[in-house]
């Protein structure tokens, strides 16, 4: 009882959760009535992000203009320090800028209060990180469960959602395992799972493989191809690794606070 995912789940009806997440939703008046389907998924305008610090301010970036267009498997690359996490945090609503705007998924993301970027989170965005950050005391198929029980799915559904998932990510003998359970690859196919369980638009992927030996990065990189292809995603990737990153359909070098195009090493 105390270790399922169950007892924690909201305990208000279906009904209720999804009325809260209409009202979490943003009104027609922050949405952009420029922006027609067919345009970019994301367009950030003017962006810039500093920090306040004892030693002055810390200019991260300034006057950030770029697009995304739906179906991009876009690369970011870039020293560390330059400010990768800042922009997908800022691009997926976890981080507010200093200045500019970030239309994503037709949103202007900075006008969101701390409700409607929640409700905005799991509508649109699947993010996965360096580390997995699973929940060790819940089983894989809980933890690719959670987010549809945060918005209020029946368990048994979401249980039986997260079961699809696992099988999407070659994963389907593993559900009963704990995180603690599986390797480094299968905690982060679990963490891919789990990002995209509510079908989001937009996959944000902050080092993804980055804590993986060669082999086991290229397997879990060669996922994230298949799942972005297969669900029609849009999806931005930070990375290191500048063969994945060669990969993708763009690479972008995010240096000196500019984000510019990349076109390799060679
Ligand atoms: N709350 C904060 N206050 C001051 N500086 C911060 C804060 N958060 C992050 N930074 C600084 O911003 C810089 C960029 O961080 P980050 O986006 O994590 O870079 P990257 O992902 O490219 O390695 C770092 O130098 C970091 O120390
Ligand atoms: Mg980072």
């Known amino acids: 009882m105390t270790n399922s995912p169950f007892s924690a789940a909201p ?129 894989a198929a809980e933890n690719v ?20 998932w696992l099988k999407e990510v070659d994963l389907e003998d593993r559900g009963t395992h704990r995180p603690g359970e599986l390797s480094g690859g299968e905690q982060q196919r679990v963490a891919l799972a789990r990002a995209l369980v509510c079908e989001p638009r937009l996959l944000l992927a902050d080092e993804p493989t980055g804590d993986l030996d060669d082999t086991t990065a290229g397997r879990v990189f060669e996922l994230i191809e298949r799942l972005h292809a297969t669900h029609g995603l849009t999806s931005i990737l930070v990375t290191h690794n500048l063969e994945l990153a060669q990969r993708c359909t763009r690479t972008l070098r995010l240096a000196n606070g500019r984000l510019t195009a990349f076109a390799g090493a060679a």
């Not at 900075?110 to 997995?132: K, M, S």
Request: hydrophobic share 45%; aromatic share 6%.
């Open 11 to 139: 305990q208000a009806s279906r009904a209720a959760r999804e009325g809260e997440l209409r009202a979490a939703s943003p009104s027609p008046a922050i949405e952009p009535a420029s922006q027609p389907a067919s345009g970019p998924l994301i367009r950030v305008e003017g962006l810039g992000k500093s920090y306040r610090t004892a030693r002055g301010k810390l200019v991260l970036f300034d006057n950030l203009d770029f697009e995304v267009a739906p179906g991009e498997l876009v690369a970011i690359v870039g020293q560390s320090g330059t400010g990768k996490s800042t922009l997908l945090h800022i691009l997926g609503a976890l981080d507010a800028p200093s200045a500019g705007r970030v239309y994503c998924a037709s949103i202007d993301v900075a006008t969101l209060g701390p409700r409607e970027a929640a409700a905005f989170r799991n509508r649109e965005i699947g993010y996965v990180w360096q580390f997995h950050y699973l929940l060790p005391e819940f089983t």
């Open 145 to 164: 469960a959670m987010p549809l029980l945060a918005r209020g799915m029946r368990p048994a559904e979401a249980m039986q959602r997260a079961a699809q």
